[in-house]
């Protein structure tokens, strides 16, 4: 069996593509870091020899337009190339600005169609929130998401507060089983209020998904939870797995079985 390929994107203010190729290696994948004129420059080359494409947070461009927008600028120029990707049964994930530049490229919630229609803005409580909070997964839609439960990541961002523009269109994504990950309260429930949740989203909504499953964004950062001991509590309590990883995994899995 060829070892499934992951190609991670680097933008100027990217600063999480190191972790996530690092990730992507430990549950088996062969990984590389593109710039993002190198892929522009060579779409096919790069994405022809991948299985898993990855857009990392950070701050690509400095967000100087707002969170994603010039990378989702540049990444529409290939829209057609990523529609494609996915088409063929491979897969994308988008963490924290990643989640922000798919949203703006039109990758989410629908790849095929294109447009814009949901969009993560400014947290409600007007600054940067950096801390650890608990998700569920309320849909196993997601190919990176295998059964529901209850996760504990940490979240690093200005921007992440998960809107829609308008009713029907949150309403189609619950209805499709896209709202896929939500933030929650230490009863399991759905985080109305911060810290629980960190920004303010809509219906407490930290993670999406594309109608086929193989898209998957998400405000939470999977790759800073690969080791127990990146948990802060993990003297104090007893960690069982680095969660984190559970992502990259269910990844590798899909890949690994569908090229069989």
Partial sequence: MVTPRALILKAPGSNCDVETAHACRRVGFE?????????????????????????????????????????????????????????????????????????????????????????????????YEDRWIRLKVVSTRSVFLTEPATIELPVAHAEGKFVAKDANELDLLKRNGQVVLQYVDAEGRPAARHPDNPNGSTDAIAGICDASGRVLGLMPHPERFQDVTNHPEWTRRRIEEPQGLGFFRNAFRYLAEAAK
């Fill in 31 to 127: 990984a590389e870091v593109v710039p993002v004129r190198a892929l522009l420059a060579s779409p096919k080359k790069h994405l022809d020899a991948a299985q898993l494409f990855i857009v990392p947070g950070g701050f690509s461009y400095g967000d100087d337009l707002g969170s994603g927008t010039v990378c989702g600028n540049e990444l529409r120029k290939i829209r057609d190339r990523l529609w494609d990707f996915v088409r063929t049964g491979r897969l994308i994930l988008g963490i924290c600005n990643g989640f922000q530049i798919l949203t703006r490229a039109g990758l989410l919630p629908d790849p095929m169609d294109g447009r814009q229609t949901v969009s993560l803005t400014f947290n409600d409580t007007g600054r």
